[in-house]
């Protein structure tokens, strides 16, 4: 099994780096006052914001590896798996990391508005290039969060400063992403983002226990497109095929359930799959190992 670090709370990625422990909700790492740390591949339990100047060249994202450019954002929520798996090797980084619990937005407008956050999600394969002006304001802003944190007892009002600059800090991040869209092909963004909020509602309202993987001509359907032109489009939009897409999606959740402690046979029945063996099939099919040999048995 790979070497994976799970981010359950803010906290864990601030310890595998020997940060500061600052808030039991809320972690800000400052890179350049670290020595050089290592490697991980992170199964995130906490939202996240990767503030950097530079990254290594090849990150995994889900199923892909994910483009990097310099001085940009890597956002990451509950649920995605994301890094590079520890080799041992240790780098220098520069830039700010900031960690929070979905406890900490609980009860907020901000709880309400993340999901509408798109560059949180998987289909988003880019990481947001910030202007000079952008790194400037965002890593200001992250620094005063973290005076805030030094200087003062964890307090409702002082988490209600901390979510200000939160807030803020997205709503940046928001322009950045919107900005991308708009310079690429707006088209298939919209049909990928679709196609993965449509992926998304499928398993969380469970249909797959009544009625198994979402079939590609199901997908079309709810999308209002031929199966054919449909699969054209993701083709277009992916380079792969759209069951290649949703073998994809469905593997993904398979590792988390996996991850979080489920043996195979039950993250087997959580996804729908009526055999074991058909779903340890497509997961050798998908990663090139079985479920067993992910897991280290």
Same mark, same amino acid.
């Given at each position: 099994?790979?070497?994976?670090?799970?981010?359950?709370?803010?906290?864990?990625?601030?310890?595998?780096?020997?940060?500061?422990?600052?808030?039991?909700?809320?972690?800000?790492?400052?890179?350049?006052? !670290?020595?050089?740390?290592?490697?991980?591949?992170?199964?995130?339990?906490?939202?996240?914001?990767f503030?950097?100047? /530079?990254?290594?060249?090849?990150?995994?994202?889900?199923?892909?590896?994910? /483009?990097? #450019?310099?001085?940009?954002?890597?956002?990451?929520?509950?649920?995605?798996?994301?890094?590079?798996?520890?080799?041992?090797?240790?780098?220098? $980084?520069?830039?700010?990391? !900031?960690l929070?619990?979905?406890?900490?937005?609980?009860?907020?407008?901000?709880?309400?508005?993340?999901?509408?956050?798109? =560059?949180? @999600?998987?289909? %988003?394969?880019?990481?947001?290039?910030?202007?000079?002006?952008?790194?400037?304001?965002?890593?200001?802003?992250?620094?005063?969060?973290?005076?805030?944190?030094?200087?003062?007892?964890?307090?409702?009002?002082?988490? @209600?400063?901390?979510?200000?600059?939160?807030?803020?800090?997205?709503?940046?991040c928001?322009?950045?992403?919107?900005?991308?869209? @708009?310079?690429?092909?707006?088209?298939?963004?919209?049909?990928?983002?679709?196609?993965?909020?449509?992926?998304?509602?499928? %398993?969380?309202?469970n249909?797959? $226990?009544? *009625?198994?993987?979402? #079939?590609?001509?199901?997908?079309? #359907?709810? !999308?209002?497109?031929?199966?054919?032109y449909?699969?054209?489009?993701? *083709?277009?939009?992916?380079?792969?095929?759209?069951?290649g897409?949703i073998?994809?999606?469905?593997?993904?959740?398979?590792?988390?359930?996996?991850?979080?402690?489920?043996?195979?046979?039950?993250?087997?029945?959580?996804?729908?799959?009526?055999?074991?063996? *058909? =779903?340890?099939?497509? %997961?050798?099919?998908?990663?090139?190992?079985?479920? @067993?040999?992910?897991?280290?048995?």
């Amino acid at each position: 099994m790979k070497k994976i670090l799970k981010v359950d709370s803010p906290n864990d990625y601030a310890r595998f780096v020997d940060a500061p422990v600052l808030h039991p909700l809320l972690s800000i790492i400052h890179y350049d006052e !670290l020595p050089p740390v290592r490697h991980s591949l992170n199964n995130y339990g906490v939202y996240g914001l990767f503030i950097q100047r /530079q990254f290594p060249k090849i990150l995994s994202y889900g199923m892909k590896t994910l /483009q990097v #450019s310099d001085a940009s954002i890597i956002a990451v929520e509950p649920g995605q798996i994301g890094g590079l798996e520890d080799n041992g090797e240790r780098i220098s $980084l520069s830039g700010w990391v !900031l960690l929070w619990s979905p406890e900490l937005l609980h009860g907020t407008d901000l709880e309400r508005k993340i999901d509408h956050y798109q =560059f949180f @999600s998987y289909f %988003f394969t880019d990481s947001l290039r910030m202007e000079p002006d952008e790194w400037l304001c965002i890593t200001q802003l992250t620094a005063q969060m973290r005076q805030e944190l030094t200087g003062h007892e964890d307090s409702p009002s002082l988490r @209600s400063i901390l979510l200000g600059y939160l807030r803020l800090i997205l709503e940046y991040c928001n322009r950045i992403y919107l900005r991308q869209l @708009s310079e690429e092909d707006k088209g298939s963004n919209d049909l990928l983002k679709r196609f993965h909020d449509l992926l998304q509602t499928y %398993f969380r309202e469970n249909r797959q $226990l009544a *009625h198994g993987l979402p #079939s590609v001509a199901y997908c079309a #359907s709810e !999308l209002a497109y031929s199966s054919h032109y449909f699969g054209d489009l993701v *083709h277009k939009a992916t380079g792969g095929t759209a069951i290649g897409y949703i073998h994809n999606y469905v593997i993904n959740q398979a590792k988390s359930l996996l991850m979080n402690g489920h043996n195979i046979s039950e993250a087997s029945r959580l996804l729908g799959f009526d055999f074991p063996h *058909h =779903f340890t099939r497509l %997961f050798k099919k998908v990663t090139g190992i079985t479920p @067993s040999e992910f897991l280290g048995k």
